[in-house]
């Protein structure tokens, strides 16, 4: 014959079996991965993703810098363009015989003079920023690239932790 207690040890077994031991660390972690090919490689760790989602923001801005200022360089060498297509014209119609006339359009000549060699220097510059980042693209392809980690981590960096 069954007491209660029998029945009550026997109805938890049941239970176990039935349930399984699902436990929460069982299950397994969501991850995502950087880039669009097949994550591969050990997971990053938080400092890892924290370093990677920095320079993938960096990346983003210095990116909307790059294009700006390649469009402003784009002006400006269309309003050089423009000046030296005027001073041609105007070397047409000078007067020759007037001092006065020659030196302006010599002044007119060596302001243009200038306007290049500062649209020069600025393209130097870009150019040395462009490389920057060519740099800085690859060390992230290398370092970040279709790597593996895991959504908590993310978010827990987002929330600032």
Do not use: W
Request: net charge positive; proline share 1%; hydrophobic share 40%.
């Amino acid at each position: 014959m069954r007491t209660p207690s029998h029945c009550g040890a026997l109805l938890l077994i049941l239970t176990l079996l039935t349930t399984g031991t699902g436990h929460a660390a069982d299950k397994p972690k969501k991850q995502g991965a950087f880039g669009t090919g097949k994550a591969v490689g050990a997971y990053l760790t938080r400092d890892q993703l924290r370093a990677c989602m920095t320079q993938r923001d960096r990346a983003t801005q210095v990116d909307a810098d790059l294009k700006q200022e390649q469009a402003a360089l784009a002006d400006l060498k269309a309003q050089i363009a423009s000046s030296g297509d005027a001073l041609k014209l105007q070397l047409d119609v000078v007067d020759r015989a007037s001092a006065d006339a020659v030196a302006a359009y010599n002044e007119q000549a060596q302001a243009r003079d200038k306007e290049i060699d500062a649209y020069q220097a600025r393209v130097t510059a870009f150019n040395a920023r462009v490389e920057a980042r060519q740099a800085e693209r690859e060390a992230y392809a290398k370092n970040c690239d279709n790597r593996r980690y895991f959504e908590e981590d993310e978010i827990a960096i987002k929330k600032g932790k």
